[in-house]
């Protein structure tokens, strides 16, 4: 049991690359979300999706793209990177009717130049 | 609307001394309060959770925390420091989804520090 994983663990892009951060989890849990940590201000919410197929935004959905073509992969995509892109990203899981347990991956952390 | 305010960015304690993180919530519900822990380059990982049952509430590793309805506060104890207990330390309120999906509102953190 793997848990939650993510790929890559680090990242360099310079400004208007795009890429896809990868997102899995192996304990069949229907919520998945994003976050992104910025000093001094916790853990915000890019996206999150209920199940395969349902997908939302969170608080700081601007500049970032979802999907969730299975139960265990969820994607996020940066369309344009932009300086203020730069964080540690965080995707996490967890039951729908426990969502405030949430299993965290490892985190990738992004810089754009 | 859901916030959380942690008081202290930085706490700093001997090894084997007691441990204080501050953490005070606003919420228009009856609220579901939690401590997450981080350590380096880590993902965050629950350390305790208050769903409506006892107000005292004992988490992993020897931390409590206490809800305090008429302070509106949830402050984590412990009452001997470890070294592996230096840290990052997130509070987090839950009162159900709000317009923006948040089932979870992160305070900004607090840094643990363990001195020998």
């Known amino acids: 049991n793997a848990g939650v994983t993510q790929t890559p663990k680090f990242q360099v892009l310079k400004t208007g690359q795009s890429m896809t951060l990868q997102c899995a989890q192996d304990?069949?849990?229907?919520?998945m979300s994003w976050y992104r940590q910025d000093p001094g201000m916790g853990l915000r919410l890019i996206h999150y999706s209920v199940g395969a197929g349902i997908t939302d935004q969170g608080e700081v959905p601007n500049g970032y793209n979802v999907s969730r073509s299975t139960t265990e992969d969820f994607p996020l995509r940066l369309l344009s990177a932009a300086p203020s892109q730069t964080s540690v990203y965080f995707c996490?899981?967890?039951?729908?009717?426990?969502?405030?347990?949430?299993?965290f991956g490892p985190g990738t952390r992004l810089t754009v130049t | 609307a859901q916030s959380v305010t942690q008081l202290d960015s930085h706490v700093s304690v001997s090894e084997g001394t007691p441990v204080l993180l501050r953490c005070n919530y606003s919420s228009s519900y009856s609220p579901s309060l939690f401590w997450y822990v981080q350590h380096p380059n880590k993902g965050l990982q629950l350390l305790l959770k208050y769903t409506s049952a006892a107000t005292l509430v004992k988490g992993i590793n020897g931390f409590e925390a206490e809800f305090k309805k008429s302070e509106t506060s949830f402050h984590l104890t412990k009452p001997s420091a470890h070294m592996s207990d230096a840290a990052e330390y997130f509070c987090v309120v839950s009162d159900g989804f709000d317009n923006a999906g948040n089932m979870l509102t992160f305070g900004g953190g607090t840094r643990l520090m363990v001195k020998p």
């Open positions: 304990m069949n849990h229907e919520y």
């Open positions: 996490a899981s967890s039951y729908a009717t426990e969502t405030y347990e949430q299993y």
